[in-house]
């Protein structure tokens, strides 16, 4: 008798509105930098995740930090991105230290670039506003979080360089 092959199995594909950020899908590496005028400047390793459930129209976000040179934990923080067809996008995270973000903004597929404003802050005394840019740079991931405070105006906070592992 002949044996019968498994069947093939389903299609897997991208949803239209992910489609345009889909070269952000995987594990990222790198290091960072973090200053503010109410901190002591740091460096930091982390390891930035976006995937994707097939033909939903969202991104999982995670991402996690360690200190450069103990490898101990610092923070994490997981989400969602939501890209819309026409160049929006909505994205929903949440942090380890209980503070949360929605945030608004827009996305350049052919610049590969994305573009975050807080629409909302939760759950925090202090921040009153957090920014976030995404961009391609030679190949590599590189982000840029500004902040204010109810003491201070917004700056950078942090900024990294990330690798596709």
Do not use: C
Request: hydrophobic share 35%.
């Amino acid at each position: 008798m002949a044996a019968v092959p498994p069947p093939s199995p389903p299609q897997v594909s991208v949803h239209p509105a992910v489609q345009p950020l889909s070269y952000l899908l995987g594990t990222w590496r790198g290091q960072g930098e973090g200053s503010f005028p109410t901190i002591s400047p740091f460096k930091y390793s982390e390891e930035l995740q976006f995937s994707h459930s097939p033909n939903k129209p969202v991104i999982a976000y995670s991402s996690k930090t360690w200190k450069l040179n103990s490898g101990e934990p610092m923070h994490s923080e997981s989400g969602y991105w939501r890209p819309k067809i026409d160049g929006t996008i909505e994205v929903v995270v949440a942090q380890s230290t209980g503070l949360v973000e929605v945030q608004k903004g827009t996305y350049d597929a052919e610049q590969r670039s994305v573009k975050l404003k807080s629409a909302l802050v939760g759950n925090a005394s202090k921040v009153k506003e957090i920014n976030r840019v995404f961009e391609m740079v030679n190949g590599e991931l590189a982000y840029v979080v500004e902040m204010a405070t109810n003491l201070t105006s917004l700056q950078t906070h942090l900024k990294a360089l990330l690798q596709k592992i």
